[in-house]
C-alpha cells in the first residue's frame, strides 16, 4: 500500500510564494514520474508541473519562470516551489505519482489536495 502526504498550501498576497511537498511512502519499488495538478474552482484539473524519472523537468507555459518542480528521490518527495504567485494562480493543488510496488504492479496515486489561495 502506498500513501501519499502533501504539506505547504496557504494563503498568500500576489507576488508572494509558497513551496509545496508531497512524500510518497510505503510498499515502493520504483517511482517513475511525480507531477503536480491544479484545480480551480468550477475549472478542470489541469498539469501544472511535471519530473520524471531521470530528472528531466516540464512546466504548463502559465507558470513557466515562476515555478519550479524537483524531487528528492532519496526521500521519494516532490516539490513545487512557486514564486512571484498571481491571483489566478489560486487553486487546490494535487500530487500525481507513477509507482511501481513490490509486487511489481504499477499504479497511479493522487494526493489529497492542498489549498493555494493568492489575494490581497
Known amino acids: 500500500q502506498v500513501q501519499l502526504v502533501e504539506s505547504g498550501g496557504g494563503s498568500v498576497p500576489p507576488g508572494g510564494s509558497l513551496k509545496l511537498s508531497c512524500t510518497a511512502s510505503g510498499t515502493i519499488f520504483k517511482i517513475w514520474h511525480m507531477a503536480w495538478y491544479r484545480q480551480a474552482p468550477g475549472k478542470q484539473r489541469e498539469l501544472v508541473a511535471i519530473v520524471d524519472s531521470g530528472d528531466n523537468t516540464n512546466v504548463t507555459d502559465s507558470v513557466k519562470g515562476r515555478f519550479s518542480i524537483f524531487r528528492d528521490s532519496a526521500k521519494n518527495t516532490v516539490y513545487l516551489q512557486m514564486n512571484s504567485l498571481k491571483p489566478e494562480d489560486t487553486a487546490a493543488y494535487y500530487c500525481?505519482?507513477?509507482?511501481?510496488?513490490?509486487?511489481?504492479?504499477?499504479?497511479?496515486?493522487w494526493g489529497q489536495g492542498t489549498q493555494v489561495t493568492v489575494s490581497s
Open positions: 500525481n505519482v507513477d509507482i511501481t510496488d513490490y509486487r511489481h504492479d504499477d499504479y497511479i496515486y
